[in-house]
């Protein structure tokens, strides 16, 4: 069982910059694949970035690419996303998701994650 923890969440304004961290419970990360979702009121949740266990391949979604970074360090079991030049659309609650997978790729799909973090809220004002 791995224990996720989200932080950094809040309020920013648009243009502005967020960093997430996910903390986790494990000794190591470093088998996992790992990735970022977020859910908007009425929306379904929704892939934003995706890191796999080997050759830390990522994958970001199309409405964050070149926007946001994620990034993972197994020697603090913390996985992170830089959100920057954040817009109103990117609000919603964003959730840390962990796979023990050794494989050099991301999965894209909610149903593909076990683990999962309780959330932190983004709000972006314009």
């Known amino acids: 069982q791995v224990q996720l923890v989200e932080s950094g969440g809040g309020l920013v304004q648009a243009g502005g910059s967020l960093r997430l961290s996910c903390a986790t419970s494990?000794?190591?990360?470093?088998?996992?694949?790992m990735g970022w979702f977020r859910q908007a009121p009425g929306k379904e949740r929704e892939f934003v970035a995706g890191?796999?266990?080997?050759?830390?391949?990522?994958y970001y979604a199309g409405s964050v690419k070149g926007r946001f970074t994620i990034s993972r360090d197994n020697a603090k079991n913390t996985l992170y996303l830089q959100m920057n030049s954040l817009k109103p659309e990117d609000t919603a609650v964003y959730y840390c998701?962990?796979?023990?997978?050794?494989?050099?790729?991301?999965?894209?799909?909610?149903?593909?994650?076990?683990?999962w973090g309780q959330g932190t809220q983004v709000t972006v004002s314009s």
């Open positions: 998701a962990a796979r023990d997978l050794r494989w050099a790729v991301v999965f894209t799909t909610p149903d593909r994650y076990p683990y």
């Open positions: 494990r000794q190591t990360i470093s088998t996992y694949m």
């Open positions: 890191i796999s266990s080997i050759g830390d391949n990522v």
